[in-house]
């Protein structure tokens, strides 16, 4: 049954129960990640001091979780009968799949294996409420609402990560982040332990990794981007010793949840390279790294190196049972190499074309040492990069080409693309969000993820084992950073990976975020509520332009002024989209009943002589960041200073970019603004010029100087001593791409990004 229908016959049955009892009323489970089926049945399960519990050693981990959970979050005691009961069924094909079944007078959960039932228990425990998960429930009775849920995940991977190499946390805030992703039925965690910026595992037989790669000795202050670059000098480091990382994965197995380590190489690896500088390719010493980005510091290929990273490995395989090892692969520059004899020599050696072909030759060689160890690798998808190792499984985070190139090649894939999975982006145009390091992925966007690429067969998808949520730690210095990073965004991956696209609905989702977030609240984690946050669309249409706010919120209601002040509940309610025909600043807030809700919205719109034309581009957007289209650069709003992925910004990866656009008439031009942004860190390189042609006149270069700034913004002059403008109906605008990026830059040999905002003209 499909959810909307689902929805439809819950209300009903609601509504049917509500009319023949006062006392009865079936209410809609607010379950995340939503499941499969779920049917709502009359009455109610009384959960007291009467209840037993029974379950063999084949449910171990999920009875003890669930008695647990009941006994420790309340004061009810369970009995040792069959009220609640957990029953093996091996109809159930899927090993993760379950059937929860709430009766009057029994519970039951019949699964396959342990794993299922785990799962069930989760869907359980959300039906319970919030008290129980920081015991002050008061309640000796819980009354539980009969249903019957039906539930398999839609992927066998579903995954978060977290980089504890450049900001570390500690052991029980890791064993918190396991806990959640097992309560969202999410099974694998990602845990990215060596960086640039330090080395953060125990390895026995390389000291100098605890007494030196684990530390560095300060911390860049502010954003990469802000110069000149100041740092708080203060040392700054530690390490898991291998003790805390058996702790650490023993308590995620008891959650059914897999650790896959990841040790980089053969770039992100200054850390190392400090604590044994023979590692590298010229032996001079260096620090630890205490600013973000790429270094050129990385192995070198010769075999102590090799010899090195396979002892590494040895302990690394006995700390962790996982069947994968991510060994990185990403972002290495090649610099040194092109250098270092030691390295032509391999690649002479070994019959190599170039240093993209010894990147392959290093990755095969780690992957065939892991292979004969029982190992499999995973990494990057620059392990794409002059050839595929044999058996790895790519994570593809360039956006899905990656994916694609492996997945045709019979190769499994993880998806992670930066465009919805990199939860270290901005999730809010607020000013005050906290820094992050760029972007923009809001809550709806991680929503609408599909990890199937739309270019593989039916036969390639199943190389598609799931998806990823990332969180990298450059600018999250502390646990409630990073939660505030993750959460809600983690609710929406989870969605993303564990249920049927058929049952997906966001404006629903948002519902079940609203009431999610009172368990979030008694967790004690720290997320952002942007739920109560306004979007805003400038629409033209038959010569008129207006101005539409929405809510995801359905119960809520918008207010809004346009002079300025603050709305409150006196201010005019929204009904219908606001006439825009000069400039304008509004100013909206989400309303209940008694106060407002969430952040003032505010939008200024520069009414120019461009709003409404017609505008055309030769190429389209790139799909992850396509804005509000090509009619967004014309109208009259302007993106965010840092988050360029917002629905202002229009990406275009490695192509030339020619923008034309019809103004109806001819018209004077005295002046037209162009804004690109240039975030290097993030691959993103403002044109160094820009040509502008009127009509059939002659083509105009504009150099573009200044290079630091995260954003260039270009004015066209048009005034000149025969005349203050220009008399024109067409203004086409050639932009070409930077090209590739340079060596020493992050994202170095790839093709850069163009983003594009808004093109005002006056």
Same mark, same amino acid.
């Given at each position: 049954?499909?959810?909307?229908?689902?929805?439809?016959?819950?209300?009903?049955?609601?509504?049917?129960?509500n009319c023949?009892? &006062?006392?009865?009323?079936?209410?809609?489970?607010?379950?995340?990640?939503?499941?499969?089926?779920?049917?709502?049945? +009359?009455g109610y399960?009384?959960?007291?001091?009467?209840v037993?519990?029974?379950y063999?050693?084949?449910?171990?981990i999920?009875?003890?979780?669930?008695?647990?959970?009941?006994?420790?979050?309340?004061?009810?005691?369970l009995?040792?009968?069959?009220?609640?009961?957990f029953?093996?069924?091996e109809?159930?094909n899927n090993?993760?799949?379950?059937?929860l079944?709430?009766?009057?007078? !029994?519970?039951?959960?019949r699964?396959n294996?342990?794993?299922?039932?785990?799962y069930a228990?989760?869907t359980?425990?959300?039906?319970?409420?919030?008290?129980f998960?920081?015991?002050?429930t008061?309640e000796? +009775?819980?009354?539980?609402?009969?249903?019957?849920?039906?539930?398999?995940? !839609?992927? #066998?991977?579903?995954?978060?990560?977290?980089?504890?190499g450049?900001?570390?946390?500690?052991?029980?805030?890791?064993?918190? =982040?396991? $806990?959640?992703?097992?309560?969202?039925?999410?099974?694998?965690?990602?845990?990215?332990?060596?960086? $640039?910026?330090?080395?953060r595992i125990?390895?026995? #037989?390389?000291?100098?990794?605890?007494?030196?790669?684990?530390f560095?000795? &300060?911390?860049?202050?502010?954003?990469?981007?802000d110069?000149?670059?100041?740092?708080?000098?203060?040392?700054?480091?530690?390490f =898991?010793t291998?003790?805390?990382?058996?702790?650490?994965?023993?308590?995620?197995?008891?959650?059914?949840v897999?650790?896959?380590p990841?040790?980089?190489?053969?770039?992100?690896?200054?850390?190392?390279?400090?604590?044994?500088?023979?590692?590298?390719?010229?032996?001079?010493?260096?620090?630890v790294?205490?600013k973000?980005?790429?270094?050129e510091?990385?192995?070198?290929?010769?075999?102590?190196?090799?010899?090195?990273?396979?002892?590494?490995?040895?302990? *690394?395989i006995?700390?962790?049972?996982?069947?994968?090892?991510?060994?990185?692969?990403?972002?290495?520059?090649?610099?040194?190499?092109?250098?270092?004899?030691?390295c032509?020599?391999?690649?002479?050696? &070994?019959?190599?074309?170039d %240093?993209?072909?010894?990147?392959?030759?290093f990755?095969?060689?780690?992957?065939?040492?892991?292979n004969?160890?029982?190992?499999q690798?995973?990494?990057?998808d %620059?392990?794409?990069?002059?050839?595929?190792?044999?058996?790895a499984? *790519?994570m593809?985070w360039?956006?899905? #080409?990656?994916?694609?190139?492996?997945?045709?090649?019979?190769?499994?894939v993880?998806?992670t693309?930066?465009?919805?999975?990199?939860?270290?982006?901005?999730?809010?145009?607020?000013?005050?969000?906290?820094?992050?390091?760029?972007g923009?992925?809001?809550l709806?966007?991680?929503y609408?993820?599909?990890?199937i690429?739309?270019?593989?067969?039916?036969?390639?998808?199943?190389?598609?084992?799931?998806?990823?949520?990332?969180?990298?730690? %450059?600018?999250?210095p502390? !646990?409630?950073?990073?939660?505030?990073m993750?959460?809600?965004?983690?609710?929406a991956?989870?969605?993303v990976?564990?249920?049927?696209? $058929?049952?997906?609905?966001?404006?629903?989702?948002?519902?079940?975020?609203?009431?999610?977030?009172k368990r979030?609240?008694?967790?004690?984690?720290?997320?952002?509520?942007?739920?109560?946050?306004?979007?805003?669309e400038?629409?033209?249409?038959?010569?008129?332009?207006? /101005?539409?706010?929405?809510t995801?919120?359905?119960d809520k209601?918008?207010?809004?002024?346009?002079?300025g002040?603050e709305?409150?509940?006196?201010?005019?309610?929204?009904t219908?989209?606001?006439?825009?025909?000069?400039?304008?600043?509004?100013?909206?807030?989400?309303?209940?009943?008694?106060?407002?809700?969430?952040?003032?919205?505010?939008?200024?719109?520069? /009414?120019?002589?461009?709003?409404?034309?017609?505008?055309?581009?030769n190429?389209?957007?790139? #799909?992850? =960041?396509?804005?509000?289209?090509?009619?967004?650069?014309?109208?009259?709003?302007?993106?965010?200073?840092?988050?360029?992925?917002?629905?202002?910004?229009?990406?275009?990866?490695?192509?030339?970019?020619?923008?034309?656009?019809?103004?109806?008439?001819?018209?004077?031009?005295?002046?037209i603004?162009?804004?690109?942004?240039?975030?290097?860190?993030?691959?993103?390189?403002?044109?160094?010029?820009?040509?502008?042609?009127?009509?059939?006149?002659?083509?105009?270069?504009?150099i573009?100087?200044?290079?630091?700034?995260?954003?260039?913004?270009?004015?066209?002059?048009?005034?000149?001593?025969?005349?203050?403008?220009?008399?024109?109906?067409?203004?086409?605008i050639?932009?070409p791409n930077?090209?590739?990026?340079?060596?020493?830059?992050?994202?170095?040999?790839?093709?850069?990004?163009?983003?594009?905002? &808004?093109?005002?003209?006056?």
């Amino acid at each position: 049954m499909s959810f909307k229908k689902i929805v439809a016959l819950s209300v009903f049955i609601s509504f049917l129960f509500n009319c023949k009892s &006062e006392e009865y009323r079936a209410e809609i489970p607010q379950i995340i990640p939503i499941p499969s089926t779920q049917t709502i049945n +009359k009455g109610y399960f009384v959960l007291d001091d009467n209840v037993g519990i029974s379950y063999d050693d084949t449910f171990k981990i999920s009875g003890d979780f669930l008695r647990h959970f009941i006994e420790n979050g309340s004061e009810i005691k369970l009995k040792n009968n069959n009220d609640i009961q957990f029953i093996k069924d091996e109809t159930i094909n899927n090993k993760e799949g379950y059937t929860l079944d709430i009766q009057p007078y !029994q519970i039951s959960i019949r699964t396959n294996t342990d794993q299922g039932a785990f799962y069930a228990v989760q869907t359980l425990r959300q039906l319970l409420p919030k008290e129980f998960e920081n015991n002050s429930t008061s309640e000796e +009775k819980i009354s539980i609402q009969c249903m019957t849920i039906t539930d398999e995940p !839609q992927f #066998k991977y579903r995954g978060m990560h977290l980089d504890v190499g450049r900001h570390m946390f500690s052991v029980d805030f890791i064993k918190k =982040y396991i $806990d959640a992703l097992a309560m969202l039925k999410m099974n694998t965690f990602h845990w990215h332990l060596t960086e $640039d910026q330090g080395w953060r595992i125990e390895i026995k #037989k390389y000291p100098k990794l605890q007494e030196l790669a684990a530390f560095r000795n &300060e911390t860049l202050i502010g954003h990469y981007s802000d110069q000149p670059h100041q740092f708080d000098g203060k040392r700054y480091g530690g390490f =898991y010793t291998q003790e805390e990382v058996k702790d650490i994965v023993t308590y995620a197995q008891s959650r059914h949840v897999t650790v896959i380590p990841e040790i980089e190489l053969p770039g992100h690896a200054q850390a190392a390279i400090s604590a044994y500088p023979d590692l590298g390719c010229t032996g001079e010493q260096v620090d630890v790294a205490t600013k973000w980005g790429v270094f050129e510091h990385i192995y070198c290929s010769k075999d102590e190196t090799f010899n090195f990273l396979e002892d590494v490995l040895d302990e *690394v395989i006995t700390l962790f049972p996982s069947e994968y090892i991510h060994i990185g692969g990403d972002e290495a520059p090649k610099t040194k190499w092109k250098t270092c004899k030691q390295c032509q020599n391999r690649i002479k050696s &070994e019959g190599l074309k170039d %240093e993209h072909e010894l990147q392959n030759y290093f990755i095969t060689r780690i992957e065939t040492y892991l292979n004969a160890k029982g190992k499999q690798i995973i990494g990057w998808d %620059e392990i794409l990069e002059g050839g595929l190792a044999p058996n790895a499984t *790519v994570m593809s985070w360039r956006g899905t #080409k990656g994916a694609v190139e492996a997945a045709k090649q019979k190769h499994n894939v993880v998806m992670t693309p930066t465009s919805h999975c990199y939860f270290d982006y901005y999730q809010s145009t607020n000013a005050d969000e906290p820094t992050a390091i760029g972007g923009f992925l809001p809550l709806e966007k991680v929503y609408s993820f599909n990890p199937i690429p739309e270019e593989l067969t039916e036969d390639e998808v199943q190389y598609v084992l799931g998806a990823q949520g990332n969180i990298w730690t %450059e600018y999250m210095p502390t !646990q409630e950073h990073v939660e505030y990073m993750a959460f809600p965004r983690m609710l929406a991956m989870s969605e993303v990976v564990w249920s049927k696209s $058929d049952n997906k609905d966001y404006t629903n989702f948002t519902q079940r975020v609203e009431h999610f977030n009172k368990r979030l609240d008694a967790l004690s984690i720290n997320y952002a509520n942007h739920l109560y946050e306004i979007s805003g669309e400038l629409v033209s249409k038959n010569n008129t332009t207006s /101005y539409q706010l929405s809510t995801t919120i359905q119960d809520k209601h918008i207010r809004f002024t346009l002079d300025g002040s603050e709305p409150n509940l006196a201010s005019e309610l929204y009904t219908q989209a606001i006439p825009i025909n000069t400039s304008q600043t509004i100013k909206a807030a989400v309303f209940n009943s008694e106060k407002r809700l969430g952040a003032v919205f505010s939008e200024t719109i520069n /009414y120019h002589k461009g709003v409404g034309k017609t505008i055309t581009i030769n190429k389209t957007p790139h #799909k992850s =960041y396509s804005g509000s289209g090509p009619q967004g650069l014309i109208n009259g709003i302007s993106g965010s200073d840092s988050r360029y992925g917002d629905k202002e910004w229009l990406g275009f990866w490695g192509e030339d970019i020619e923008i034309t656009i019809d103004l109806g008439e001819k018209i004077d031009v005295y002046t037209i603004d162009m804004r690109f942004y240039n975030g290097e860190g993030q691959w993103i390189y403002a044109p160094k010029y820009v040509n502008v042609i009127y009509d059939d006149l002659e083509e105009r270069k504009i150099i573009l100087n200044k290079r630091n700034e995260l954003q260039h913004d270009v004015k066209i002059n048009n005034q000149n001593k025969q005349r203050k403008s220009v008399l024109t109906r067409y203004i086409k605008i050639k932009v070409p791409n930077y090209g590739t990026i340079p060596d020493g830059k992050q994202g170095a040999g790839n093709k850069a990004w163009t983003f594009i905002d &808004e093109i005002i003209i006056n």
